[in-house]
């Protein structure tokens, strides 16, 4: 259930996940073939307690219905996420860097995968080792040093 509030990005993708989860379990999505589109998009409507989520279905609810999964949730970043949030969480991943501030690499790189995994299914995901070389162009100088180090 996405209950009243600000839709985040990281609320969306959340909400897809557990919603996937409940679709396999409850034999709504077919993992041999095409997913069974209209019970998933109905059963959406229901987990939505935000009055706007519910005023933007209600406006077209016969467009909304036909709708695929996919389709839908692009449609509700449209309508509910900054016009920009794509390139925002790009900007954020690319200009991240590793300092004092930070408590351990770990942490850090964990944040950064975690940002990442947002951008699932868009075109500004990073593949594996693009996150890789990005996390090791913005280390400080002295966990550069040690990496290096290990490295040899």
Known sequence: MV????????VIKQFMDYLMDFFVMKS???????????????????????????DWIATDHLKHLSMMTDEFIIAL?????????????CIRIMSA??????KTFWV???HMQKLNSLLCETLSH???????????????????QKYIEKKL
């Open 97 to 102: 860097v590793f300092n004092a501030s930070c």
């Open 3 to 10: 209950s009243k509030g600000d839709l985040t990005l990281e």
């Open 108 to 110: 850090f790189s964990n």
């Open 77 to 89: 970043h449209t309508n509910f996420l900054p016009v920009n949030w794509e390139d925002t969480l």
């Open 28 to 54: 709504i999505f077919n993992l041999d073939g095409p997913p069974m589109v209209h019970q998933q998009v109905h059963s959406m409507y229901t987990a939505f307690k935000d009055d706007r989520v519910h």
């Open 126 to 144: 990073f593949k594996l080792a693009a996150l890789h070389e990005q996390l090791e162009a913005k280390m400080d100088a002295p966990l550069c």
